[in-house]
């Protein structure tokens, strides 16, 4: 049975972990830590969790956390960096949900980031936990950047078509979409009830601080300069994210459809869907699938595909336990094997 802690546990990723662990049958949730709700039932903060999750939160105790086998970091951007390298040191695994480790140049997470890296020497050891790219080094990985949301679809979406040269990598467009939980829990005018309902609008067109993530792991398969312009919109519901994807073919002629079923055919959580089908987010929501739907409109030389996945799920804490269950070698589904909520 996997020992496993979570550090930061009351935010929508936390929740969505504890959910995970609760119901996996290979692992055993240890700790829960919080500082600023030290001493509260976690079914009292989570009334979702009563009579699943019996433990109370503490403070992030490293002595404590020591005897875990795993750790998950559900904390904010900018924490799991000061206290990864002394878990590290006592044989704990990491598998960190925030953006830390995520990027390999620590200049440019800099950037991005707005604060100094901590341990700019983990960034060069952190393996980055997209399995369907990096499954051999999440095997042998003591810490995995767990991948942001909009990365995970985005990449998969446009992973056929660059390890197969089939585009040119140099006019990518990502046009993203995400519910309002992907923002987390923090309190923001833009995403109260009156600002998000019955609107839709796009942010940070300008430049979002996924965009380095993504371009690094596109960059990694492809031959060529990557050229990639990412907006990302905020829709007016809870969970999910939609990414239409579109790249121009070196040859209209190329079986996109065959490509992709091809590719991720041994791949647990992408779906590739029929001809000529629409994936919506209410067919993944609570699940840890990304479905994926190729289209190539008037026969012409641009490539659409269209992406959807739950941001809490595979976009987050789903893809986290699978990260986990590679690490200790358990099959990938375990644990996250369920049909997604509909309606």
């Known amino acids: 049975m996997i020992k496993t802690g979570i550090i930061g546990a009351t935010g929508y990723t936390g929740v969505e972990l504890m959910r995970l662990i609760a ?36 403070e992030p105790d490293t002595k404590a956390l020591s005897g875990c086998d795993v750790v998950f970091f559900a904390t904010p951007n900018g924490t799991a960096m000061h206290q ?26 800099e950037k991005w980031y707005g604060q100094q890296h901590a341990c700019p020497d983990l960034l060069e050891a952190a393996v980055y936990g997209l399995p369907e790219m990096n499954r051999k080094d999440i095997k042998q990985a003591q810490l995995v950047a767990n991948p942001g949301c909009y990365p995970t679809a985005i990449q998969l979406g446009f992973l056929p078509l660059l390890e197969h040269k089939l585009v040119d990598p140099g006019s990518l467009i990502a046009d993203a979409k995400s519910g309002v939980s ?35 792991g596109l960059q990694s398969v492809c031959e060529g300069e990557l050229g990639l312009v990412f907006v990302p919109h905020l829709l007016p519901m809870i969970r999910g994210i939609h990414a239409t994807l579109y ?18 055919r041994q791949e647990p959580f992408v779906d590739v869907m029929p001809p000529g089908s629409h994936p919506n987010t209410n067919s993944v929501r609570g699940s840890n699938v990304c479905r994926i739907a190729c289209h190539q409109p008037q026969n012409g ?29 358990l099959p990938e589904t375990t644990g996250l094997v369920s049909a997604g909520c509909y309606p």
Request: charge should be neutral; proline fraction near 2%.
């Open 23 to 58: 119901g996996h049958p290979g692992a055993e949730l240890r700790i829960v830590t919080s500082r600023s709700e030290a001493g509260k039932a976690v079914s009292d903060f989570f009334p979702s969790l009563r009579g699943i999750i019996d433990l109370s939160y503490t």
């Open 84 to 109: 990864a390298r002394e878990l590290l040191d006592k044989g704990v695994k990491i598998i960190d949900l925030s953006a830390d480790f995520r990027l390999k140049n620590a200049t440019e997470w």
């Open 182 to 216: 992907g923002a987390g829990r923090k309190m923001s005018l833009m995403y109260h009830y009156c600002e998000a309902g019955d609107s839709f609008s796009a942010y940070a067109a300008s430049g979002h601080r996924h965009l380095p993530e993504i371009r690094q």
């Open 247 to 264: 790249a121009t073919l070196k040859d209209s002629s190329v079986d996109l459809q065959g490509v992709y079923e091809k590719r991720f």
């Open 301 to 329: 030389n641009t490539a659409v595909i269209l992406a959807v996945e739950d941001n809490l799920v595979k976009g987050a804490a789903g893809q986290a336990i699978q990260n986990m269950n590679i690490m200790f070698e």
